[in-house]
């Protein structure tokens, strides 16, 4: 049975409009969630979500716990997971209040787990197509269909956080070919292969990374402002795309079954 996990971001967390609503607590063999899961429909279907950041956003990136949540959703049944995600803009022609549907990531962190094996079994899991490609076709003809403002693929670099990026680095991860910047989708999308969960994302442009020189100076409220019209899209698409997810194979959930040791 088709099951659709929903990770929020900054800017979406609770507000995602889930019928029949119930809150639960769930503990996993590590740790707590970042938050109580909501369980709900959304477009008739049944959904689990979590705020990533904790209520009111109260974890930072690094402190997220991302093997408990993908865990939990794991036994909650959950089959796709759709993750939410603000970012940084490192292109021109991605404009503050994009959506971007990544295809790829350069993980710039140090500090996370990023396996659930650790013990008598070592994990080589495949990541040459890190996102799953159903998921993400389904988020672009959703998005067209909206005439909502999209980049149908993108490369994401993940850093450790929780500070911003200096402007050399900037300019740096431009030049690597990355086209959009954040600090939380790496362990997240790679736990997520593990756990053979189908995940995709959708990044939210807030504003231009540091490397870009802009007329204007970008002020909280001008982020806060943009971060409400993405959640705003978000939700819209959301609502359209989880009643067109139908497939249950996918080379996603088969990968790991061929990654131990």
Same mark, same amino acid.
């Given at each position: ?85 603000? #970012?940084? /803009? ?32 070592? #994990? ?17 003809? /959703? ?21 911003? /990026? ?43 990374? #540091? ?5 204007? /100076? ?44």
């Amino acid at each position: 049975m088709i099951k659709i996990g929903i990770i929020g971001g900054s800017g979406i967390d609770d507000q995602l409009g889930l019928e029949n609503v119930q809150k639960i607590k769930k503990h996993t063999p590590y740790g707590s969630p970042s938050d109580v899961i909501s369980l709900g429909k959304l477009g008739g279907r049944d959904v689990v979500a979590v705020a990533r950041h904790g209520d009111k956003h109260r974890i930072y990136p690094s402190n997220v716990n991302f093997r408990a949540n993908i865990w939990a959703l794991k036994e909650l049944g959950v089959t796709h997971i759709i993750g939410a995600t603000a #970012c940084g /803009s490192l292109r021109e022609e991605i404009k503050p209040g994009h959506l971007v549907f990544i295809d790829q990531f350069i993980d710039r962190t140090t500090r996370r787990h990023q396996t659930f094996y650790e013990g008598h079994e070592v #994990c080589h899991i495949p990541m040459a197509e890190p996102f799953c490609g159903q998921l993400r076709a389904l988020l672009n003809e /959703s998005a067209r269909e909206q005439k909502l403002d999209f980049h149908p693929s993108g490369t994401m670099i993940t850093i450790e956080g929780p500070r911003f /990026s200096t402007k050399a680095e900037s300019k740096m991860f431009r030049m690597w070919g990355a086209d959009v910047i954040n600090m939380t989708t790496v362990p997240e999308v790679v736990l997520a292969r593990e756990a053979g969960i189908c995940y995709a994302a959708i990044a939210m442009s807030t504003d231009y990374d #540091c490397w870009h020189e802009s007329e204007e /100076s970008v002020t909280l409220d001008m982020i806060l402002a943009t971060m409400k019209k993405n959640a705003d899209s978000v939700r819209l698409l959301l609502k359209e795309v989880i009643p067109m997810i139908a497939f249950e194979q996918c080379t996603c959930k088969e990968a790991i079954k061929t990654s131990l040791l």
